[in-house]
């Protein structure tokens, strides 16, 4: 395209947190930047100074401790950020304690409840008591298997009120999915719901927490929180149980008290998806993974006080963490538990108009089923307020940008983001500063130098190749649990380039100094030794009206790799020869002859991860007759059945 789909008006750019930030350098160090792109390449060649300023600028409630502020910043894994520094997250994100508005919940249209600042405090406080009450202190695991509710944020902000470590998954976990997660870890505190709400239908999970709680070691108790209104019945069924309301009535609200840690000290424990095998533990550090959210909320969203940011997650999915992460810019966090379809397609935009949302986080998958069903946003809402909508989970294709520029909204900064559970935050996102070009990522965030490698590990330019970070940052993990020589930890991010982070994406950098993502690299495809990655693929296959959705992998034929295309069709219809010539010739006049298929076949449902997101590996594993490892990790394991039993000999 020769001109972009948006630019930020003089006004917005004059008026933005990151502009601000320009200024603030400049005023304090004598720094001038000429841009954004300036900004970046000071942020990367001095981080010993960036990050203390953006501490300082932020006002990030702490004490960053005598310098120096970067040790052994040449050394990735090794290099500390503040490693003499103090903070606690709670107190970041608890910085107001007024009568406005902190929380604003929806669950469908089955709950509906909201939260001051003050009140906020008071349910923290309390629940601070509780915790104190069974032995938990600094480094103690409070786990929690919940849904997206003001419950799981005040759970999460009393455990790391005093110093203890969180994890969280949502209420839809199997069994062996939870002890897979939470049996490593061995919670102290597990709190839990009665059950949740999907697509209009109430799901109970006592019997699964019966079976849960007798095997998590070292559980002192479980608190049962109300979301049915059968809680009693459920604790009264658990050893060790009692209903959250009852804990936390015991106690009168007061001050919360914050309990000061290293900046370095534990504040998550998040998950890999887990489908190659039992998920790895990540820990991810109190200061390093809040600055970097913060940063990302501030000066890349620009979120302002009284903004209201929502992001459409489960606490399964590390957007959950960075959705909380916004109150410490002091805007107001909207939570929505649930289908974004129930009780149909207007729901979360209905919510945005009625709470005069500013920021609309999702992902790409809700995107493009938004545009398959031919919703029009703008025609039948009131989005005057919203200045930003997000897209992550998977690739944003090119025609969901002119989707979302076209039925959404025309005037307002859509920013595609890209990152991972693996540094809770993101490598490349959005620059309001910047014009939003079709089917691209603006930049890399500030202080993270990222860059596109070949297999060689050189850098690239208008070349597809690996995503690499070649600097260190603060919010990377401080390690995986139970691996206490580091080995799992450097194996999964620094082998296979000295020194660098290597993230597993496919990616290339385009002329305007955006970022494309192709896939990840574990699922790139590679007939003939072309590297193909899966998104440009998905692409072109999905702008059919015919199809709903697809899944390709690369299959071992004849000495060589051939290409295989599942899709998944709208009701009612059959692929036959034409409907396959189409696909074949949408694919090859949009992309090139290698990414044809060699075969195309129908099926009823891809499996997917909790989190959404469709997983190649799986399909690819079972299609080869190897055994699927960990299927509690997937929301709809029974699909990898239909795949089984498939005849792909021809």
């Known amino acids: 395209m020769s001109e972009p789909l948006w630019r930020p008006s003089p006004e917005t750019i004059a008026n ?25 390449a000071f942020s990367v060649r001095a981080p010993a ?38 903070m606690n997250f709670a107190e970041n994100l608890l910085r107001r304690s007024d009568d406005q508005t902190a929380v604003i919940f929806r669950a469908e249209d089955k709950l509906e409840r909201r939260m001051s600042w003050a009140e906020l405090h008071g349910e923290v406080s309390r629940l601070q008591q509780v915790l104190r009450a069974h032995g938990v202190g600094p480094g103690d695991r409070v786990a929690a298997m919940m849904p997206n509710a003001p419950e799981t944020l005040v759970a999460l902000l009393a455990a790391a009120s005093i110093g203890a470590v969180f994890s969280s998954c949502s209420p839809d976990f199997g069994v062996k999915g939870v002890m897979d997660r939470f049996g490593q870890i061995e919670p102290k505190v597990l709190i839990a719901c009665d059950g949740y709400y999907y697509n209009g239908k109430r799901f109970e999970i006592g019997e699964k927490l019966a079976e849960i709680v007798p095997q998590l070691p070292g ?135 009625t709470e005069g949302m500013t920021f609309f986080g999702t992902s790409a998958k809700y995107i493009d089923a938004l545009k398959k069903n031919e919703f029009r946003p703008r025609d ?35 920013a595609s983001i890209s990152g991972g559970t693996d540094i809770v935050s993101c490598f490349v996102l959005g620059n309001p500063h910047k014009p939003v070009w079709r089917g691209e990522i603006q930049g890399p965030g500030l202080g993270m130098a990222v860059d596109v490698f070949d297999q060689d590990g050189n850098p690239v330019r208008g070349e597809k190749g690996e995503l690499v970070c070649t600097r260190p940052f603060p919010s990377m993990p401080v390690g995986f649990w139970n691996d206490p020589s580091g080995e799992k930890y450097f194996n999964a991010y620094f082998a296979r380039f000295p020194n660098i982070w290597h ?77 396959s010539d189409r696909i074949k010739r949408q694919i090859r006049e949009g992309a090139t002859p290698r990414h044809v298929p060699a075969k195309i076949v129908q099926v009823p449902d891809i ?6 997101k469709i997983t190649e590996i799986a399909v690819r594993d079972i299609i080869h007759g190897r055994e699927i490892k960990n299927k509690e990790a997937l929301a709809n394991p029974d699909v990898l059945d239909y795949y089984a039993q498939l005849e792909l000999s021809r």
């Not at 501490?55 to 120096?68: A, M, R």
């Not at 040449?74 to 520094?85: L, S, V």
């Not at 499996?607 to 959404?612: D, E």
């Open 607 to 612: 499996p997917r991860t909790k989190s959404g």
């Open 16 to 40: 933005s947190n990151l502009t601000k930030f320009m200024q603030y350098l400049r005023r304090e160090y004598g720094a001038y930047f000429r841009g954004t792109d300036d900004l970046h």
């Open 49 to 86: 100074v960036f990050w203390p300023a953006l501490w300082d600028f932020l006002g990030f409630i702490g004490d960053k401790g005598e310098p120096p502020y970067l040790v052994d910043g040449d050394k990735m894994p090794g290099a500390q950020f503040f490693p003499n520094g103090q």
């Open 380 to 414: 039948t809402h009131d989005l005057s307020k919203l200045r930003t909508m997000a897209s992550t989970g998977s690739p944003l294709v090119p025609e969901s940008f002119d989707y979302v520029y076209d039925a959404i909204k025309s005037d307002f900064h859509l």
């Open 219 to 353: 559980l002192e108790t479980v608190l049962i929180a109300d979301y049915l209104g059968q809680s009693g019945q459920t604790a009264d069924a658990l050893d060790k149980a009692q209903t959250l309301a009852a804990a936390m009535g015991a106690h009168v609200p007061g001050e919360v008290e914050f309990t000061r840690v290293p900046f370095n000290h534990p504040v998550y424990i998040m998950y890999s998806s887990g489908t190659t095998g039992v998920p790895k533990c990540i820990v991810h550090a109190a200061g390093g993974a809040l600055l970097q959210q913060v940063k990302e909320h501030a000066l890349h969203c620009d979120v302002k006080a009284g903004d209201r940011v929502f992001y459409f997650t489960t606490c399964g999915w590390m957007m959950w963490n960075w959705l909380v992460a916004a109150l410490a810019c002091e805007a107001t966090i909207m939570l929505y538990d649930g289908s974004p379809f129930a009780p149909d397609g207007n729901v979360l935009f209905d919510y945005a108009q």
């Open 503 to 579: 993230h597993g994406d496919f990616a290339m950098w385009t002329e305007h100094g955006g970022v494309v993502i192709l896939g990840r690299s574990d699922a790139t495809l590679n007939p003939g030794g072309v590297r193909i990655g899966t998104a440009e693929i998905y692409r072109q296959v999905e702008q059919l009206p015919e199809v709903r959705e697809s899944i390709v992998i690369g299959q071992d034929w004849d000495n060589d790799v051939r290409v295989v295309l599942f899709v998944v069709l709208q009701e009612g219809l059959e692929l036959d020869d034409a409907l």
